[in-house]
């Protein structure tokens, strides 16, 4: 009985996972505090952290209201890096967003990987969050690299890996992502340091 008073902090772990916050579990800091914690071991500067979180949030508001709700698009920023990942109804659409995206400030790059087809189902959004969820446990269990130097983003089966790395990491990371079940293929979004 005595394992009874870890069930609340499994199910917040489980939860941060889920949501792509393990940084914040692992050096465990408190949510107030995180932001502070992961750009102190982020290579990106604390400038570019924010602008990336910028980017994210400017790019989604202006794309839900401008192309409204017919549309699920996922908005990813690293490095002012971009990516684009959802569905979208036709290819105008698609390109539509590539642009709103493209006249955000102090975005670099855009890496359009948005689908042409029908919303995804809750059933696939939710194996893409598993798929995500077991890539970051992996890279967890491995400690080949610090791990908030890679943003993996899932979409479809697909692991999109973003970040600021050297080419050893990124094979790393990638080895590790495309031998996790169910990742159909990995696409590599990253910036070389060498």
Same mark, same amino acid.
Request: net charge neutral; proline share 2%.
């Given at each position: 009985?005595?394992?009874?008073? !870890? ?18 579990? %692992? ?16 290579? @990106?500067?604390?400038? /570019?952290?924010?602008?990336?979180? /910028? ?5 989604? @508001? ?34 539509? +967003? ?8 102090? *975005? ?34 491995? @400690?080949?690299?610090?791990?908030? !130097? ?7 089966? *697909? ?6 790395? /050297?080419?050893?990491? +990124?094979?790393? +990371? ?9 990742? @159909?293929? %990995?696409?590599? *979004? ?5």
């Amino acid at each position: 009985m005595n394992n009874i008073k !870890y069930y609340p902090f499994l199910l917040m772990l489980f939860l941060f996972i889920l949501s792509g916050c393990v940084p914040l579990v %692992v050096t465990g800091v408190g949510v107030g505090a995180g932001t502070g914690a992961l750009m102190s071991e982020d290579r @990106r500067s604390s400038g /570019t952290f924010i602008d990336d979180q /910028t980017i994210e949030l400017k790019t989604n @508001r202006r794309i839900v209201e401008q192309l409204g709700h017919d549309v699920r698009i996922n908005v990813t920023s690293f490095n002012r890096n971009v990516l684009l990942t959802g569905e979208a109804p036709n290819e105008s659409i698609k390109s539509e +967003a590539e642009k709103i995206t493209k006249g955000v400030d102090n *975005v670099q790059n855009v890496y359009n990987e948005i689908s042409i087809s029908e919303k995804s189902a809750l059933s696939a959004r939710t194996n893409d969050t598993l798929i995500t969820s077991k890539v970051i446990g992996r890279f967890l269990n491995e @400690r080949k690299f610090q791990i908030n !130097y890679v943003k993996v983003v899932t979409e479809n089966s *697909v692991v999109y890996l973003l970040g600021l790395v /050297t080419r050893e990491e +990124a094979e790393n +990371a990638a080895q590790i992502a495309s031998t996790t079940a169910g990742a @159909r293929k %990995v696409v590599k *979004v990253f910036e070389y340091l060498n």
